[in-house]
């Protein structure tokens, strides 16, 4: 069963699915030929990981049902703002070319504060941003905070850092 719900999480993304077995007779919980068996130094599930990071499989087993997701392992920067390295709960990440913090820790590492309703509102020291995010999106992209406090962001693609310049009004 694990081995089929797994082939139904490959099937939903581009990865190739390089080896593949029904099992001998009918399973009750797919269709015939969407199942996958794996038989010991016989048979095996093979797909190959055709994107540019490592690839997570994470598997819940809740009351009894089992669900797998598979997640690319996004670059992790380390961010530092002038010589401090910023800590955060859940690692940054980088997608498409956009770096993206959790919000507690832009939160706890700028002079901000932040409101959630139906909009996010955050506040700096000088005027207020308002940012429209999904229902429970934690993660919002790091430029745009330091756009609105003006600091200026540099990438160094070889350590994976990412420097931040603190604008004269704010103290070190």
């Known amino acids: 069963m694990t081995s089929s719900i797994l082939h ?5 993304t581009d990865l ?9 007779a009918n399973v009750g919980y797919l269709p015939r030929g969407e199942d996958a068996a794996i ?6 599930y093979r797909f190959y990981n055709n994107l540019a990071h490592p690839l997570i499989i994470k598997t819940h087993i809740n ?16 961010i ?8 955060f709960i859940e690692k940054p990440f980088i997608e498409e ?3 993206y913090a959790e919000l ?9 504060t932040a409101e959630m309703k139906e909009i996010l509102l955050i506040t700096a020291p000088n005027s207020p941003i308002t940012i429209t995010t999904p229902e429970n999106k934690h993660y919002i992209p790091l430029r745009v ?5 003006n600091y200026e962001i540099s990438w160094d693609a070889e350590k994976e850092t990412i420097r931040l310049t603190l604008p004269a009004y704010f103290p070190s």
Do not use: C, M
Not at 65 to 77: A, G, K, M, N, V
Not at 104 to 112: E, R, S, W
């Open 80 to 87: 530092y703002l002038g010589d401090r390295e910023l800590l």
């Open 145 to 149: 905070i330091t756009a609105f406090l």
């Open 16 to 24: 190739p699915i390089l080896e593949r077995h029904n099992h001998v």
């Open 39 to 44: 038989t010991w130094g016989v048979e095996d």
């Open 104 to 112: 507690k820790g832009i939160i706890d590492n700028f002079p901000l």
């Open 8 to 12: 139904q999480a490959v099937k939903s």
């Open 63 to 78: 009351s009894g049902l089992i669900s797998i997701s598979l997640y690319e392992e996004l670059p992790t920067p380390t």
């Open 97 to 99: 070319g956009i770096s």
